[in-house]
C-alpha cells in the first residue's frame, strides 16, 4: 500500500512538471476562482434565505394584524359564525398560510382552520389547548413571531393578541408557510453551484492532461513562428506531424507566412505607384505645395512653389526651408513654423493674419523673384491618431490679380460713388433753387436751370446703365443674332454726336464701304458698341482733331479672319493717345487710364462693355495707339452670307478691300501733319 501510493505520487509529480509556468498559474487562478465564488455563492443562498425568513416574518406579522382587526369585534359579539366565514374566505383567498387557531383567554382554542375544535370535541371529546410560547406577554400588544421545523419545512408561527375596545379575548395563531419561489431558488443556486465547481475542476484536470500531452509543443512553435513573422521574417515555416485542428492550424499559420510574403512584395510595388501618383498630382496643382518635416527641412516641393519663390534648377530636399524662402516669406512665417513644428498653439493674430489652432494664413507682397501678392497656408500635418505632429504643410496661393482687382474694384466704387454724387448734387441744388427761388428767376434762366438738371439726369442714368449694361453682359443672357447693315447704327451714332462734335470743334466723319455686306450681329449691341467707341473718341480729341469711322469687307485669302468672309470695322481719332503700359489692361473693368495721366468724368466700364459685345459676335476688340498721335479700335465681324447654314438667301458679291494688316489701320486727316499710321 505504501509502494502504490509512492508511485502514484511519484507519477503526480512528474505529470505536474510537464506544465509549463503559465498552466501551473492557471491552475492556481482557477481553483482559488472557484473557491471564492463558491463561497460567495453559499454566502449569497445563505442571505437569501435570511432574507426570507424576514420576508416571512413581516409578512406574518402584517397578515395577523389584518386578520386580528377584522375578527376582534366579531369574537367579542361572541358571532362564531361570521368568525368561520370570514377566516374560511382569508385562508382560501391566502396561500401561503398554513393554519389559523382562534383561543380564548385560558388558552383553549374554539376555532379552527384547517380544522374545527368544535367537530372535533363533537366527534372525539377531547379539549385542544394552544401551547403559548414563555414570552407570550397576554397584556401585550405586540404580535410574538417564531419559526420552527417541520417535517415539511420551516414554518413562520406568529401569535396576535385579540383585543377590542380595551379588553383582552384571547389570541390568534396564524402559521405562514416559506416562500417555495426563494427556497426551491437558493437549492437550485446551491446545486448548480457545486455542479460548475466539479465541473470547472474536470475540465482544469482534463484540459492539463490534454495541454501537457498534443498543445505544449506546437504552441511553443507556433509563437517562435509568430515571433518571426512579427520581426518581418515572411519565411518563417512549422513542421510538425499534426492533424486535426492543429495541423489545420500549423497549414494556416504556412499559408499566412507565404501569403505575406507576396503582399510585402505587391504592397512595395503599389506603394511606390502610390507614392508616384502623389508626386505627379501636387506637381499639377494651381498653387505652390511645400511639405516639411518638424524639423523644417523640406521633403517635397511642385514646380508651382518652385516658379513662385524662385527655386527652379535648385536642389532642396533635406534643406531647411527658412534658409531658402524670400526674404518677406521668411521674416513672417519662421516663428509661426517653429510653434506649428513644436506643436504649440499659434499666438493671436494681427487684424491682417488668420490663424485657427495648427493652421495659420499670411498674406504676403513679394518684390523678388517677381513683384506679385501670396497668400501662403501654414497647415499642420499628424499622425493616424492626430496626436502628434509628423509635418507641416506650406500652400502657395498667387492672388496678385485677386489684389488688383479688389484695388480695381475699390476704385471704381470710388469713382462711381463721385460721379454719382457730383449729378445728385447737381440735381438737388438747382431743384431747390427753382423751388425757392423760382417766382424770382427769368423764364430764361428757369429753362437753364431745368436743362442743366436734364442733363445731370441723363448723365446719371449713363451711369447706372453702363453697370446694368456691364452685368448683364458678363452673365450667360444669351442674344438673338440677325443680319445687320452696319451702314444704320454707324450713321445713327453719327447723328447723336454730331452736335457734341461740332461744340467741341471736331470734325466727325465715316468711312463706309459701297455695298458693303450685311454682318451677322446684335443690332443694339452694335450700336452700344459705336456709342462707346466714339463717345471716348470725342472725350480724348482736342478741338480741332478728327474722328472718323471705317468699316469695309476683308479678303477671305488674306488669312486674316479665319478663311471666313468678314467685315473689319475701325473707330480712329487724332487724340491724345493711350500709353503702352496702359493698353493692356484697358478693357477690364474698373480701369480708367484718365484717373493716373489727367482727369475725365467716366466710369471705367465702356470699354469693359465694348469688349464684352464683341465677344458675343464670337470676335475681339483690338487697339493701336501713340501717345500724341492718336488711336484706333478695330474688330472684325462675320458676314450674315458666310455665317448662315443651307438655306440662307444669298448676298451680292462685294469686293474685298486688300489689308496688308490688321493691327496698321491708317486715319485720312485735312494736312500732311496730322497724317496717322498706327503700329
Same mark, same amino acid.
Given at each position: 500500500?505504501?509502494?502504490?501510493?509512492?508511485?502514484?505520487?511519484?507519477?503526480?509529480?512528474?505529470?505536474?512538471?510537464?506544465?509549463? +509556468?503559465?498552466?501551473?498559474?492557471?491552475?492556481?487562478?482557477?481553483?482559488?476562482?472557484? *473557491?471564492?465564488?463558491?463561497?460567495?455563492?453559499?454566502?449569497?443562498?445563505?442571505?437569501?434565505?435570511?432574507?426570507?425568513?424576514?420576508?416571512?416574518?413581516?409578512?406574518?406579522?402584517?397578515?395577523?394584524?389584518?386578520?386580528?382587526?377584522?375578527?376582534?369585534? +366579531?369574537?367579542?359579539?361572541?358571532?362564531?359564525?361570521?368568525?368561520?366565514?370570514?377566516?374560511?374566505?382569508?385562508?382560501?383567498?391566502?396561500?401561503?398560510?398554513?393554519?389559523?387557531?382562534?383561543?380564548?383567554?385560558?388558552?383553549?382554542?374554539?376555532?379552527?382552520?384547517?380544522?374545527?375544535?368544535?367537530?372535533?370535541?363533537?366527534?372525539?371529546?377531547?379539549?385542544?389547548?394552544?401551547?403559548?410560547?414563555?414570552?407570550?406577554?397576554?397584556?401585550?400588544?405586540?404580535?410574538?413571531?417564531?419559526?420552527?421545523?417541520?417535517?415539511?419545512?420551516?414554518?413562520?408561527?406568529?401569535?396576535?393578541?385579540?383585543?377590542?375596545?380595551?379588553?383582552?379575548?384571547?389570541?390568534?395563531?396564524?402559521?405562514?408557510?416559506?416562500?417555495?419561489?426563494?427556497?426551491?431558488?437558493?437549492?437550485?443556486?446551491?446545486?448548480?453551484?457545486?455542479?460548475?465547481?466539479?465541473?470547472?475542476?474536470?475540465?482544469?484536470? *482534463?484540459?492539463?492532461?490534454?495541454?501537457?500531452?498534443?498543445?505544449?509543443?506546437?504552441?511553443?512553435?507556433?509563437?517562435?513562428?509568430?515571433?518571426?513573422?512579427?520581426?518581418?521574417?515572411?519565411?518563417?515555416?512549422?513542421?510538425?506531424?499534426?492533424?486535426?485542428?492543429?495541423?489545420?492550424?500549423?497549414?494556416?499559420?504556412?499559408?499566412?507566412?507565404?501569403?505575406?510574403?507576396?503582399?510585402?512584395?505587391?504592397?512595395?510595388?503599389?506603394?511606390?505607384?502610390?507614392?508616384?501618383?502623389?508626386?505627379?498630382?501636387?506637381?499639377?496643382?494651381?498653387?505652390?505645395?511645400?511639405?516639411?518635416?518638424?524639423?523644417?527641412?523640406?521633403?517635397?516641393?511642385?514646380?508651382?512653389?518652385?516658379?513662385?519663390?524662385?527655386?527652379?534648377?535648385?536642389?532642396?530636399?533635406?534643406?531647411?526651408?527658412?534658409?531658402?524662402?524670400?526674404?518677406?516669406?521668411?521674416?513672417?512665417?519662421?516663428?509661426?513654423?517653429?510653434?506649428?513644428?513644436?506643436?504649440?498653439?499659434? $499666438?493671436?493674430?494681427?487684424?491682417?493674419?488668420?490663424?485657427?489652432?495648427?493652421?495659420?494664413?499670411?498674406?504676403?507682397?513679394?518684390?523678388?523673384?517677381?513683384?506679385?501678392?501670396?497668400?501662403?497656408?501654414?497647415?499642420?500635418?499628424?499622425?493616424?491618431?492626430?496626436?502628434?505632429?509628423?509635418?507641416?504643410?506650406?500652400?502657395?496661393?498667387?492672388?496678385?490679380?485677386?489684389?488688383?482687382?479688389?484695388?480695381?474694384?475699390?476704385?471704381?466704387?470710388?469713382?462711381?460713388?463721385?460721379?454719382?454724387?457730383?449729378?445728385?448734387?447737381?440735381?438737388?441744388?438747382?431743384?431747390?433753387?427753382?423751388?425757392?427761388?423760382?417766382?424770382?428767376?427769368?423764364?430764361?434762366?428757369?429753362?437753364?436751370?431745368?436743362?442743366?438738371?436734364?442733363?445731370?439726369?441723363?448723365?446719371?442714368?449713363?451711369?447706372?446703365?453702363?453697370?446694368?449694361?456691364?452685368?448683364?453682359?458678363?452673365?450667360?443672357?444669351?442674344?438673338?443674332?440677325?443680319?445687320?447693315?452696319?451702314?444704320?447704327?454707324? $450713321?445713327?451714332?453719327?447723328?447723336?454726336?454730331?452736335?457734341?462734335?461740332?461744340?467741341?470743334?471736331?470734325?466727325?466723319?465715316?468711312?463706309?464701304?459701297?455695298?458693303?455686306?450685311?454682318?451677322?450681329?446684335?443690332?443694339?449691341?452694335?450700336?452700344?458698341?459705336?456709342?462707346?467707341?466714339?463717345?471716348?473718341?470725342?472725350?480724348?480729341?482736342?478741338?480741332?482733331?478728327?474722328?472718323?469711322?471705317?468699316?469695309?469687307?476683308?479678303? /477671305?485669302?488674306?488669312?486674316?479672319?479665319?478663311?471666313?468672309?468678314?467685315?473689319?470695322?475701325?473707330?480712329?481719332?487724332?487724340?491724345?493717345?493711350?500709353? /503702352?503700359?496702359?493698353?493692356?489692361?484697358?478693357?477690364?473693368?474698373?480701369?480708367?487710364?484718365?484717373?493716373?495721366?489727367?482727369?475725365?468724368?467716366?466710369?471705367?466700364?465702356?470699354?469693359?462693355?465694348?469688349?464684352?459685345?464683341?465677344?458675343?459676335?464670337?470676335?475681339?476688340?483690338?487697339?493701336?495707339?501713340?501717345?500724341?498721335?492718336?488711336?484706333?479700335?478695330?474688330?472684325?465681324?462675320?458676314?450674315?452670307?458666310?455665317?448662315?447654314?443651307?438655306?440662307?438667301?444669298?448676298?451680292?458679291?462685294?469686293?474685298?478691300?486688300?489689308?496688308?494688316?490688321?493691327?496698321?489701320?491708317?486715319?485720312?486727316?485735312?494736312?500732311?501733319?496730322?497724317?496717322?499710321?498706327?503700329?
Amino acid at each position: 500500500m505504501i509502494a502504490l501510493l509512492t508511485a502514484l505520487r511519484a507519477l503526480l509529480a512528474r505529470w505536474w512538471s510537464d506544465f509549463t +509556468l503559465q498552466t501551473r498559474l492557471m491552475a492556481v487562478a482557477t481553483l482559488v476562482v472557484s *473557491l471564492v465564488m463558491s463561497g460567495l455563492t453559499f454566502w449569497a443562498v445563505n442571505t437569501v434565505q435570511q432574507d426570507a425568513r424576514v420576508n416571512d416574518t413581516r409578512f406574518g406579522r402584517d397578515l395577523g394584524l389584518l386578520l386580528s382587526a377584522n375578527v376582534s369585534p +366579531l369574537i367579542a359579539e361572541d358571532n362564531l359564525t361570521e368568525v368561520a366565514l370570514f377566516t374560511g374566505r382569508f385562508f382560501s383567498s391566502t396561500s401561503s398560510v398554513r393554519y389559523i387557531l382562534y383561543a380564548d383567554r385560558d388558552g383553549k382554542i374554539f376555532f379552527g382552520i384547517p380544522f374545527s375544535e368544535a367537530e372535533r370535541q363533537n366527534d372525539l371529546t377531547i379539549q385542544r389547548r394552544i401551547q403559548l410560547p414563555e414570552s407570550y406577554a397576554s397584556d401585550t400588544k405586540i404580535p410574538l413571531v417564531r419559526q420552527h421545523l417541520t417535517p415539511n419545512g420551516e414554518v413562520t408561527d406568529v401569535f396576535v393578541p385579540l383585543r377590542h375596545e380595551g379588553m383582552y379575548l384571547g389570541v390568534m395563531a396564524v402559521g405562514i408557510n416559506p416562500n417555495p419561489t426563494v427556497v426551491a431558488s437558493s437549492h437550485l443556486t446551491r446545486d448548480v453551484t457545486i455542479a460548475v465547481f466539479i465541473s470547472i475542476w474536470a475540465m482544469v484536470i *482534463l484540459g492539463a492532461v490534454f495541454n501537457a500531452l498534443a498543445i505544449t509543443r506546437p504552441i511553443k512553435e507556433l509563437l517562435v513562428g509568430v515571433k518571426n513573422i512579427a520581426a518581418g521574417n515572411f519565411q518563417q515555416r512549422i513542421e510538425l506531424p499534426f492533424g486535426g485542428e492543429l495541423g489545420e492550424l500549423i497549414c494556416s499559420f504556412n499559408d499566412m507566412a507565404e501569403r505575406l510574403a507576396r503582399y510585402e512584395e505587391q504592397n512595395i510595388e503599389e506603394m511606390t505607384a502610390e507614392k508616384a501618383k502623389l508626386e505627379t498630382l501636387v506637381s499639377t496643382i494651381a498653387d505652390g505645395a511645400v511639405l516639411l518635416d518638424t524639423q523644417l527641412q523640406v521633403l517635397l516641393v511642385n514646380p508651382t512653389a518652385r516658379r513662385i519663390f524662385g527655386w527652379e534648377g535648385r536642389l532642396l530636399d533635406g534643406k531647411n526651408v527658412i534658409d531658402h524662402l524670400p526674404a518677406a516669406v521668411a521674416i513672417e512665417i519662421a516663428k509661426p513654423l517653429a510653434q506649428i513644428a513644436a506643436g504649440e498653439e499659434l $499666438e493671436p493674430p494681427p487684424p491682417d493674419r488668420h490663424h485657427h489652432g495648427h493652421s495659420g494664413e499670411f498674406r504676403i507682397a513679394l518684390s523678388e523673384p517677381s513683384d506679385r501678392t501670396v497668400r501662403i497656408l501654414l497647415t499642420s500635418v499628424f499622425d493616424q491618431y492626430r496626436e502628434s505632429v509628423k509635418g507641416i504643410a506650406i500652400t502657395v496661393q498667387d492672388i496678385t490679380r485677386e489684389v488688383e482687382l479688389n484695388k480695381a474694384k475699390s476704385q471704381f466704387i470710388s469713382n462711381v460713388s463721385h460721379e454719382l454724387r457730383t449729378p445728385l448734387f447737381n440735381i438737388k441744388s438747382f431743384i431747390e433753387t427753382l423751388y425757392e427761388y423760382g417766382e424770382e428767376l427769368s423764364e430764361q434762366e428757369r429753362r437753364e436751370f431745368l436743362q442743366t438738371t436734364n442733363s445731370e439726369t441723363d448723365r446719371l442714368t449713363r451711369l447706372v446703365n453702363d453697370v446694368l449694361d456691364l452685368s448683364r453682359l458678363e452673365s450667360s443672357k444669351v442674344y438673338s443674332m440677325s443680319a445687320v447693315d452696319l451702314a444704320q447704327p454707324v $450713321e445713327q451714332t453719327l447723328r447723336t454726336y454730331h452736335l457734341n462734335a461740332r461744340d467741341k470743334g471736331i470734325e466727325l466723319s465715316h468711312d463706309i464701304y459701297p455695298h458693303l455686306p450685311t454682318v451677322l450681329g446684335n443690332y443694339d449691341l452694335l450700336l452700344q458698341v459705336f456709342a462707346n467707341l466714339l463717345g471716348n473718341s470725342l472725350k480724348f480729341t482736342q478741338a480741332g482733331g478728327r474722328v472718323i469711322i471705317r468699316a469695309y469687307p476683308l479678303d /477671305p485669302d488674306s488669312g486674316l479672319c479665319n478663311e471666313r468672309s468678314c467685315v473689319r470695322v475701325e473707330i480712329s481719332d487724332t487724340g491724345i493717345g493711350i500709353a /503702352p503700359e496702359d493698353q493692356e489692361a484697358i478693357f477690364d473693368r474698373f480701369f480708367r487710364v484718365e484717373n493716373q495721366v489727367h482727369t475725365l468724368e467716366g466710369t471705367g466700364l465702356g470699354l469693359s462693355i465694348v469688349r464684352n459685345i464683341i465677344e458675343k459676335h464670337h470676335s475681339q476688340v483690338h487697339l493701336a495707339s501713340e501717345v500724341g498721335v492718336g488711336t484706333t479700335f478695330w474688330f472684325d465681324l462675320v458676314t450674315y452670307r458666310a455665317a448662315a447654314s443651307s438655306g440662307a438667301a444669298p448676298e451680292s458679291a462685294a469686293q474685298p478691300v486688300p489689308v496688308t494688316s490688321p493691327a496698321s489701320p491708317s486715319l485720312q486727316s485735312p494736312t500732311t501733319a496730322e497724317h496717322v499710321l498706327l503700329q
